[in-house]
């Protein structure tokens, strides 16, 4: 059969882990002899299909129609006052969010398959994008394979094959752990101890160290002094100031022709939005509350369909993704989870920035009083130079696969990427377009040859040796606008400028960061 299990956080009881209203039958004691055990049954909901009335307006007659979902909740007791939930039908929409271990079910699995036979990686990246990534092999393979970034991804669900077949035919976890078993009720406590030991085994450090990299925070108490700090972040927006950058998306892939609009729900705004983003939330809690935030597990973001019905709703503090850097610690909050950065990679980061911006190739190049980016390359002209701004590169993808060539070309055989540096978002942009650019410069003659179409200025096109390159001839250059008085990025800025870094060094290019001082 199919086992579906979650893992309570230490000390939660059975009416924490249970939403408040689960509307299950229950709780049935000590099921099936094993004591401490509940069990909770029924139907999760019951309800007319929103478009049930849509299809009687061209009928004579009302349909009979109900969705109903069957659901059961079964809690076993482990040892160190954990409960394990095993979850049937839709059982997990009663289950209470937050309160069970982000990485009970991917623990497992690692702790449990062979280091070449993952099947599916999920991922999203722990940046201001929060893209969500699903990657399937046609057959098994290593972690390699599969083109996970240590640096900047986060690895959210695996599947894979079994190394012990009598534990688990087939297993796949993230937050969940699902497993195909041979399994009677008068089995489950040992299977539970089964699981329990992989959770907290050790094996998945010879092959899969790397999840380590980025781990989900466990401490209570420091969980609650990063939310209070991101509290006062949200409150120094609200209040018309500066805090750290927040952004909004919805945690999960959302099924977008469903949706007609979402709401801001906790504090009376009747406003229908149809693009999610923080500035849009800042402006609405202003109108509708006007005072600052408390908790962000009260507001909710309401997804309704066009029958203005709710068919998707996430708590505020599910859909923030920010960072905060605290006492020689990297910390961010992505999905409603706080994660931590290695120690050894938040100092290690730090120091690549420190000695870069120490050395030739880091250079500050004098001041401006435009404040973004096309202002600012309005005022770029000169013999020995040619602004590219928006021109672009079609290549065989149509303008679906747009690319930059840069922003500024010049004698010197410099290709300069600007972009105004006030949000890590932006920085994100700015190291992807000057990396992508750099691989098809080397790579792709129909590219080199595009962008010696487009230059009109000899001196420059034969700096460049666009027909016969050689990118050692070549700096990449990334030329950031920010404010003063000292430079410096957000700190995932800087794990993002340290990969591209790596990138482009290894391709054989030459490299400089440049500042230009916003006044």
Request: glycine share 8%; hydrophobic share 35%.
């Amino acid at each position: 059969m199919k086992l579906t299990v979650r893992l309570g956080k230490p000390g939660r009881t059975t009416t924490q882990l249970l939403k408040k209203n689960h509307g299950l039958t229950g709780p049935i004691e000590n099921w099936n002899g094993i004591n401490g055990s509940e069990l909770y049954y029924g139907q999760s909901y019951d309800g007319e299909p929103a478009w049930k009335k849509f299809l009687e307006e061209g009928m004579d007659e009302t349909l009979e129609l109900n969705n109903q979902g069957a659901a059961a909740v079964l809690f076993v007791p482990t040892t160190k006052q954990r409960q394990l939930i095993y979850v049937f039908g839709y059982g997990f929409l009663s289950v209470q969010i937050g309160f069970t271990e982000w990485d009970f079910g991917l623990k497992v699995v690692l702790n449990s398959v062979y280091s070449d036979g993952l099947k599916s990686v999920d991922s999203h990246s722990l940046d201001y994008k929060a893209k969500n990534r699903r990657v399937q092999l046609g057959t098994q393979g290593s972690v390699g394979e599969f083109d996970i970034d240590i640096m900047q991804d986060l690895v959210s669900h695996i599947s894979g094959l079994s190394s012990d077949k009598n534990f688990a035919k087939t297993l796949s976890g993230g937050e969940s752990l699902h497993l195909t078993v041979d399994l009677e009720g008068s089995s489950l406590v040992k299977k539970g101890q089964e699981i329990m030991a992989q959770y907290e085994g050790q094996t998945y450090k010879t092959s899969f160290a790397w999840i380590d990299f980025i781990s989900p925070i466990k401490d209570e108490q420091l969980i609650n002094h990063l939310n209070l700090a991101m509290n006062q972040h949200i409150d120094d927006h609200i209040a018309g100031g500066q805090g750290n950058e927040i952004v909004l998306s919805f945690p999960t892939v959302i099924d977008m022709d469903n949706l007609d609009h979402f709401r801001f729900n906790g504090y009376g705004s009747i406003t229908e939005y149809e693009l999610i983003d923080f500035d849009s939330f800042v402006k609405d809690y202003r109108v509708y509350h006007q005072q600052l935030i408390h908790d962000t597990e009260d507001i909710r973001i309401q997804l309704y369909n066009g029958h203005e019905k709710i068919f998707q709703s996430f708590t505020l503090y599910k859909c923030i993704t920010t960072e905060i850097e605290d006492n020689g610690h990297f910390y961010i909050l992505s999905h409603g989870q706080w994660f931590q950065l290695a120690k050894t990679h938040y100092e290690k980061v730090n120091h690549f920035f420190d000695q870069l911006l120490r050395s030739a190739e880091y250079l500050q190049t004098g001041v401006t009083l435009e404040q973004n980016e096309p202002n600012y390359l309005a005022t770029i002209s000169g013999p020995n130079l040619q602004v590219l701004d928006r021109d672009l590169y079609y290549g065989s993808g149509g303008t679906s696969n747009a690319v930059e060539y840069g922003d500024i070309v010049n004698d010197a055989g410099e290709i300069v990427h600007v972009k105004d540096g006030a949000s890590s978002s932006k920085l994100s942009h700015l190291f992807n377009q000057g990396l992508v650019s750099a691989r098809l410069l080397s790579m792709e003659k129909d590219f080199r040859m595009s962008l010696d179409k487009k230059l009109t200025n000899k001196t420059i096109k034969s700096a460049l040796h666009l027909k016969k390159i050689d990118v050692s001839e070549i700096t990449v250059v990334f030329r950031i606008l920010r404010k003063g008085p000292n430079f410096n990025l957000p700190f995932f800025s800087k794990i993002i400028l340290f990969d591209t870094y790596q990138k482009i060094k290894s391709m054989g290019y030459r490299f400089r960061l440049e500042w230009v001082e916003k006044q």
